[in-house]
């Protein structure tokens, strides 16, 4: 018997088809995706130039090698450099969140010769083994000794427990602006900014996991936009190829040296095809503004649920998030809502228990989100009665 592991908990529905911010099952019943595969498909499915840049380069060369020169490459790097906001800057690219973060780990290691991480309660930084160190939580980590040692986990919020953790040999700081697997929780800006000092006074690398919120997601292209910081590394995945595994991490050309010919290296990470397609999805979000639309549709959706949450009192206990990425926190066990939700044509995640969480596409019409917040507003007065 071949089995697949047991790892996922499915969702009631297996879309085989996807256009804009909608799947369909293989019966043709319609979605509306507010989850985008987990933050990943940024531009919507089947995106017309996506759909082609896709056909276009994997008819000219799908792969080669990281051993040969790749134009497509430093393409994506002008492109993503020209949103960091660094000077000078380095761009290493591979295939997913976790190892963009493991990236910036060995990198700060690397650069600063210390040897201990501090990351942040209810973070998620990946399911490697020392990404999953920096996920300090037992439910991720329970079951897989040996867990490196040389991170430490500190109270989200707390800054003077931040500073009291540090010790010279502390290396680097993992934080992401807006923790998501946490339920949808943005920092405040004087902490974010509280922490980026401390960092800078000690010479610890502040190193920010822009995985699930940045690339316009939360209404800028990066979510550590919003406070004016300076990532010391920024690593970031899901949204970057729409749908094609690819992650990358940046950093100051400062903090790059030292990485010479055989110091890092990944195979896939930056083939020909992924790099074309993320620097055209990049493109794609650029010339829409979707950081601006994120942050405008996000807002006044976030307005409307808090409406509903007023006229429907004992049912929602909180609405969080940046442009759009939101965390709607019922009052109660929210798995017969997500479930009915689906029923009703509406997909999105339930993290928690309590958490819905809404990662649509960024171009996703206004329209559509008004439509979950009238069905969602019917499903909370319903359950009340
Ligand atoms: N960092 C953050 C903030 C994430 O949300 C995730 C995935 O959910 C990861 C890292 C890990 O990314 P991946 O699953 O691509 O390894």
Known sequence: KMELFDVYSLYPVEPVRGSGSYVYDAAGTEYLD??????????????????????????????????????LQHT??????????????RLFLCNSGAEA?????????????RTKVLAFSKAFHGRTYATMAATGQERFQDGFAPIPDGFKTVPWGDRSEFEAAITPKTAAVLVEIVQGEGGIRPMHAEYAKGIEALCRKKGILFLVDEVQGGLFRTGKPWAFQHFDLKPDAIS???????????GAMMTTDEVSKGF?????????????LTSAVAAKVVQIMKRDHLDERAASLGGEFMESIRRISESHPGTIKEVRGLGLMIGIELAFPAKAVWEELIRRGFICNLSHEVVLRLLPALNIPEEDL????????????????
């Open 34 to 71: 507010l989850y985008g595969g987990h933050a990943v498909i940024s531009i919507g499915h089947a995106h017309p130039h996506y759909v082609q840049m896709i056909s276009e380069q994997a008819a000219r060369l799908g792969f080669y090698s990281n051993s040969v020169e790749n134009s």
């Open 101 to 113: 973060n493991e990236n910036a780990l060995k990198l700060a290691s690397f650069h600063t010769g």
């Open 370 to 385: 008004r439509a979950f917040a009238d069905t969602l507003e019917d499903i909370l007065a319903n359950i009340k009665k």
């Open 260 to 272: 010479v010919a055989g110091s890092h290296a990944t195979t896939f990470g930056g083939g020909a």
């Open 76 to 89: 994506l790097a002008e492109r993503l450099g020209a949103l960091s906001g660094y000077d000078d800057y």
């Open 236 to 246: 970031c995945a899901k949204a970057l190829a729409n749908g094609l595994p690819m």
